[in-house]
């Protein structure tokens, strides 16, 4: 039920969204160099690295890490990206992941390849057997403004808890930090 759900609503906002998809490329290409998408290498289900589209918010030359970890990660935005992250719209790209089974609508955020201590904690509590997420129980209880450690008990509780029920209220609950851009730093 859940991969049906993840199917014909990511069918459904790349329909709604097609038109904002387009002029967040356009304004993307015209105003900084490089693709508009940024593919960065992902852990998915069961710890395998899959490829992870977003819309580019930092300059072509930016370390592959985690944004938290680049010293005055303002320096590296593009113009347009600070509004995109703040909007959470640099995810759009990733229903496309949800419609090729890398991604469900939610799930613990897949981290990046190099995020070793957030990979082996999740191993270490069985979090790597779930999908990641657009979004999960951890992003709206924090996102970026929590340590990894009770980012991952977050994600321990919603494997535990798992249902469909649970799923819609972590989307509706998504909707209202979105637009207060609720735990965004960068």
Known sequence: MKRIFDVVMALLFLCIFA???AVITIII??????S???WSDRV???NTIFKMPKFRTMKIDTAPVATHLLENPEQFLTKAGKFLRKTSLDELPQLC???KGDMSFVGPRPALFNQHDL????TMKGVHKLTPGLTGWAQI???DDIPIPVKVDFDEYYM???SFFFDIKILWLTIFKVAGSAGIKH
């Open 29 to 34: 290409k015209i105003t900084s160099e490089g």
């Open 97 to 99: 992941s949800i419609l």
């Open 119 to 122: 990979i082996d904690l999740r």
């Open 19 to 21: 038109l904002p998809i």
């Open 36 to 38: 508009a998408l940024h």
């Open 160 to 162: 535990k808890r798992r």
């Open 44 to 46: 998915g289900i069961d």
């Open 141 to 143: 209880n924090g996102r």
